[in-house]
Structures are given as structure tokens and as C-alpha cells.
């Protein structure tokens, strides 16, 4: 299963969550076994193919999760969730950020990395860059190392990338509008 493939499965679905914004649907991906594997190997055999290593791989809410924790289990890393606010139970830093459609912001525990541990970030998707730029704040509060930025989905469009300049950014699928 090659890249045009997978983005034949991801569905999109215009004015959600607020009119204007046309939302890429991954859940039709996800619930295609093969896609799946297919879509986590070829995040995993970018890095790899580089022989790239990660301590940590850290992912944002909630879709993030799904393919950070395949990459963390992939690297033998640990898996760090980078949470809405008032959902860790222990002590946590904050980030805000802005998003394409409003603001918002994460928390991460404030143990959750240790000084000079090497960090992927993983999420499905990167629009405006907002976002990412959040979770590379909050790993490099904790001396963490951002070490890559893995993304299922690119808006290149909404120039996501610009604000993430200076990093290693992979996607593996590209949207140009």
C-alpha cells in the first residue's frame, strides 16, 4: 500500500468543526488494519532509514496518541501524552498555543523527561503549526531534545512548517489544497 493509497481512505468532511474548515476524518484510515500498519511502518521506517533513535516519543491529544505510542513501542521509547488541561494528576507545565480555528493549550508532567533525553513528536496532523509548536516548547522546558516531528497529515497550504523551522519535520501525506 503506497502514500496516494492511504489518502484515498482518509475521508474529508467540509464545515467541521466550524464552517470553512475542511476536516481531514483519519478514523476511516485507522479502521483499515492494513492502512494502518502500512501508515505506522512508513513514520517508523523514515526515522529508521536515517538510524535515527528516540528516548521518548511525545504525542498531543487525542489522535496523536494512536500513532505516537506505534512509534514509542516501534523505538523500545518511553511514550509521554501531552494532555488537555486538568487531565494529569501530578504536577504538569502548560503550554498555550494558537490553532487554525482558536486557542488552546496542553499540559505535560513536569517528569515526564528527563535533561538530554532525545524526543520525537508525534501527531496526525500538521495545519498551522501551532500545535507542534506547543509540544516542542513543552519538551524543551523539561531539557528534553527534539530530535524529529512525525505527522500522518501536512496542510502545507496553512504553512504549519514555518513555525517549526530549524527542526527535522517529516509527513508522510501532503495536502496542498
Known amino acids: 500500500m503506497k502514500s ?3 489518502k484515498r481512505l482518509i475521508r474529508e468532511i467540509p464545515d467541521f468543526p466550524k464552517k470553512g474548515i475542511l476536516f481531514y476524518d483519519i478514523t476511516t484510515l485507522l479502521g483499515n488494519g492494513r492502512a ?4 505506522a511502518d512508513l513514520l517508523f521506517g523514515h526515522y529508521d532509514s536515517e538510524g535515527k533513535s528516540f528516548d521518548k516519543v511525545a504525542s498531543m491529544e487525542s489522535r496523536g496518541f494512536i500513532f505516537g505510542a506505534m512509534l514509542a513501542y516501534k523505538f523500545g521509547a518511553g511514550f509521554v501524552p501531552i494532555r488537555k ?15 487554525e480555528y482558536g ?5 505535560v508532567h513536569s517528569d515526564a523527561i528527563e ?7 508525534c501527531d496526525d496532523l ?7 509548536a506547543a509540544a516542542v516548547r513543552l519538551v524543551e522546558r523539561m531539557d ?11 496542510l502545507s497550504f496553512l504553512n ?11 509527513s508522510l501525506l501532503k495536502y496542498e489544497k
Not at 85 to 99: H, T
Not at 103 to 107: L, M, T, V, Y
Open 4 to 6: 496516494e493509497e492511504l
Open 36 to 39: 494502518l500498519r502500512t501508515a
Open 85 to 99: 488541561p486538568g487531565k494529569l494528576p501530578a504536577k504538569a507545565f502548560s503550554q498555550e498555543f494558537e490553532k
Open 103 to 107: 486557542f488552546d493549550s496542553f499540559e
Open 115 to 121: 535533561k538530554g533525553e532525545k524526543v520525537l513528536i
Open 126 to 132: 500538521l495545519a498551522t503549526g501551532g500545535t507542534a
Open 144 to 154: 528534553g531534545k527534539v530530535n524529529g516531528l512525525a505527522f500522518l497529515i501536512e
Open 160 to 170: 504549519g512548517r514555518e513555525k517549526l523551522g530549524g527542526y527535522d519535520v517529516f
